[in-house]
Structure formats: C-alpha cells, structure tokens
C-alpha cells in the first residue's frame, strides 16, 4: 500500500464512537461468549483430544483428517473459530486507533482482548498436551470469563462520545448500592471459580481417558452452591434499593437483567444436578455462566462508573454529537 493511500485511509479512521464501532465491540463481546459454547461443545461430546497434537492437528496434517470423525470435526472446527476472533478484535482496533490518544480507554481494552487470544490458544495447546489436565481446561475458562468481563466493559465505553468519556459525573448508585453491585461481583467471580472445579471432578472430561481433579463432586457441589445462595440474596436487595429511590431509575434495568440471569442460571444448574448433568443443560450452564458474568460486570460498571449512563441526567446535559 502506498503512502498516499495509507493517509487516506488513516484520514477515514473514526474520531469518535460510531456505530461500527459499538458494533465491533458488541462482537467482540458476542464471539467471547459463543466460542466459550463452542469450546462447551468439544469437551461434552468428549472431542478433547479429536486433534491429538497442537499447533497442527496431528503429527502430519494442520488440519482434520477423514480418519479423525466427528470428534476431530468438532475440535478443529473450534479451533477455526479462533481465526474469526482474531478477524474482529483485530477491526476494533483499527476502528480506534485514530482516537487512541482521545479515547485511550478503547484502545487499550481492545488490544486486551486481542492479546487474550494468542493466550487462550497457548493454554488451549497446553491442555491438549497435557491430556486434558482439569485445572488447565479450568484455566481456560477462567480466561474466558476475563475476556468476556473486558468486552462487555468495552461494549459501555464503546457507548460514549469522546464528549461524554471526558465528563466527570460520580458513579449513579448509592454507596449501599455501589457496596452490592461489588458484591454480586465478587460473589459471581467465586461462583464461576467453584463451578470450575465442580467440572473438573465431573464426569464430562473432554475425552473418556482424560483425569479428573479427584474432589468429591457432590461436596464441591455443596461448597460451589453457597456463594449462589449469597448471590441471590444479595441481587434481590439490591433490586429492592433500586426501586425504592428514583436516584436509581437508570440502574434498575442492568440490575433486573443480573437478577433474571442469576435466576434462571440457579434453575439451570440444579435441575442439572438432580438430572445427574445431562449434556444439553450443562451447555446452557456454561453459556449460562458466560452471561451471568456479563450481567454482573455490566450491572458493576453501570453503578460505579464516574462516566455518565447513556439516558441519566449527567447524560442528557451534556453536547450530543452526530455519529
């Protein structure tokens, strides 16, 4: 590409938040998730090891072989969808560069988000040569819900005008409702931790030979089911302070949504407890997790940021500009 070209194309790089921007983020956030489904996927079908070697697939071929099945299929097929994260965080970057200085809260989550990837492939070698070690898989996800934290913090900034991102307005919430968005934060992290190590001790390994933790499953389970039981607690009230001031009105439909997952993920994970963990609920619990921790870090972030809230007063006084 010549000089000429590259300053134009520099020249036509955005200024500010446009909507091809917040739709990179929001994909950002999208394929965080769906690849956590995906790698879900491979390891509920016992597609673990359906690539034996890692960067290639096997000793000779980068790719599956017809000899490989349905589990090679599924695992490589995952693989393949790290290419389409790379694709999009690699676009938002390039969607912010130009406002790098003016919005550095956007770029440096996006080279985040990039530089997860190249990690989560590295880990995700790891745990192939390992066997499926449980506590490597559990790191894996753990990651993932890193990456999903970081993208959904970006999918709110992402909303801001360079206007709005330079305004100092407070945080929203009270201090007692600050005090239990950071809580159901916490409670949620803890939550999605134990879940780990509940899978670990499992039946569903990623491959019929693959170890276990060898934990007592039905006591991790008790032990993960405790922060759940707080988590729920504490989003009720924080859904009753939310109603109760008007001061609040912007905060209720982020801390409604965390309550309706927190809900519906509780139902999902003990009706697959008592259903002895049959494979199409616990995808929903994993998918279940991903958006859990997406609620509660969007429902943290809506309470305590010192940006204004797209619909707040802080907001509606400040210059609204055109995209």
Not at 44 to 72: N, Q, Y
Not at 121 to 147: D, E, K, Q, R
Not at 149 to 163: D, K, P
Not at 303 to 319: E, V, Y
Request: charged fraction near 10%; glycine fraction near 8%.
């Amino acid at each position: 590409m010549t000089l000429p070209a590259l300053s134009r194309l520099r020249n036509n790089l955005p200024r500010t938040t446009t909507p091809l921007v917040r739709r990179l983020a929001l994909a950002s956030l999208v394929s965080q998730i769906a690849i956590v489904v995906t790698g879900g996927a491979v390891r509920l079908t016992a597609s673990g090891l359906g690539c034996p070697e890692w960067p290639r697939c096997t000793p000779d071929s980068l790719v599956t072989t017809p000899e490989m099945g349905f589990h090679g299929v599924i695992e490589f097929g995952n693989r393949l969808l790290t290419f389409v994260l790379v694709l999009i965080a690699v676009a938002m970057i390039v969607s912010v560069i130009g406002m790098r200085r003016e919005r550095k809260d956007l770029f440096r989550l996006s080279i985040g988000l990039f530089l997860g990837i190249p990690a989560q492939a590295v880990i995700g070698g790891i745990t192939v040569w390992t066997g499926l070690n449980p506590w490597v898989v559990g790191l894996h996800f753990v990651v993932s819900m890193v990456l999903v934290s970081l993208a959904t913090v970006l999918v709110n900034r992402a909303r801001l005008t360079t206007e709005q991102y330079r305004a100092d307005t407070g945080p929203v919430g009270s201090p007692l409702m600050r005090q239990l968005l950071v809580t159901s934060a916490v409670l949620t992290s803890l939550a999605v931790l134990l879940g780990v190590v509940v899978t670990g001790s499992g039946p569903h390994a990623g491959d019929h030979g693959a170890a276990r933790n060898g934990l007592d499953s039905d006591l991790v389970t008790r032990v993960h089911a405790l922060p759940v039981y707080l988590l729920v607690a504490t989003v009720v009230l924080a859904v009753v302070v939310a109603y109760r001031s008007e001061a609040h009105s912007t905060l209720r439909k982020p801390v409604v949504m965390l309550a309706a997952v927190v809900l519906v993920q509780g139902a999902i994970g003990y009706t697959q407890h008592f259903l002895h963990l049959p494979i199409a609920l616990v995808a929903l619990h994993m998918l279940g997790a991903s958006l859990l921790m997406a609620a509660a870090v969007h429902a943290l972030y809506s309470g305590t940021t010192r940006k204004p809230l797209p619909g707040s007063a802080a907001d509606t006084r400040l210059p609204q500009t055109v995209s």
